[in-house]
Antibody, heavy 125, light 106 residues
Framework: EVQLVESGGGLVKPGGSLRLSCVDS????????MTWVRQAPGRGLEWVSSISSSSGYINYADSVKGRFTISRDNAKNSLYLQMSSLRVEDTAVYYC??????????????????WGQGILVTVSS | DIQLTQSPSFLSASVGDRVTITCRAS??????VAWYQQKPGKAPDLLIYGASTLQSGVPSRFSGSGSGTEFTLTISSLQPEDFTTYYC?????????FGPGTKVDV
């Protein structure tokens, strides 16, 4: 059974850094791309970054490019998000999510089928 | 970037109602759309992927349709646990943008 658990959140001052971790208790972590999605208080969902199964493909939202770094360690079933130069507007609940690719009418379709419980990051002076 | 709009933003309904939420994309995205349900304080749950394929374990009262730039999520008979917020997402190209959400309320 897949269970994603985030850790590493907390309160940090503007300009500071924080590293989020996400551990998968299942056995298929290394086969899937993984993603970070965030949600500011009272707001909608925002895709942040994705990394392919072997770390060969990485993408970032423009809002975090150059400040955040996604990585993974398949031997530890772990996903990371290193956040630097944090801004007040980075305050959000951060979710890790697993990307699954399955057959659909268009051929093969992606979706985020498992999510962690979320971890709060607060950037404030 | 591909922009997604959802309509309505807020939907007032009753138990047993049939409701439809529309998601429109700023460019053609084939069938690469997923729908999520999110309850307050919880992570989103996947309902539909590939625009119309029901995720395993999701009740059959949920259905999705559409292709190209217009997509719909339909709940055939609203149940008390369905009064919450719904998001569409495009997974055609990065960034994998989400719609702004539709809140279904009593």
């Amino acid at each position: 059974e897949v269970q994603l658990v985030e850790s590493g959140g907390g309160l940090v001052k503007p300009g500071g850094s924080l590293r989020l971790s996400c551990v998968d208790s299942g056995v298929t972590f290394s086969r899937h791309s993984m993603t970070w999605v965030r949600q500011a208080p009272g707001r909608g969902l925002e895709w942040v970054s994705s990394i392919s199964s072997s770390s060969g493909y990485i993408n970032y939202a423009d809002s975090v490019k150059g400040r955040f770094t996604i990585s993974r360690d398949n031997a530890k079933n772990s996903l990371y998000l290193q956040m630097s130069s944090l801004r007040v507007e980075d305050t959000a609940v951060y979710y890790c999510a697993r990307e699954s690719v399955r057959y659909c009418s268009a051929g093969s379709c992606s979706s985020f089928d498992y999510w962690g419980q979320g971890i709060l990051v607060t950037v404030s002076s | 970037d591909i922009q997604l709009t959802q309509s309505p933003s807020f939907l007032s309904a009753s138990v047993g109602d049939r409701v439809t939420i529309t998601c429109r994309a700023s460019q053609v995205i084939s069938n690469y759309v997923a729908w999520y349900q999110q309850k307050p304080g919880k992570a989103p749950d996947l309902l539909i992927y590939g625009a119309s394929t029901l995720q395993s374990g999701v009740p059959s009262r949920f259905s999705g349709s559409g292709s190209g730039t217009e997509f719909t999520l339909t709940i055939s008979s609203l149940q008390p646990e369905d009064f919450t917020t719904y998001y569409c997402q495009q997974l055609h190209v990065y960034p994998f943008t989400f719609g702004p959400g539709t809140k279904v309320d009593v």
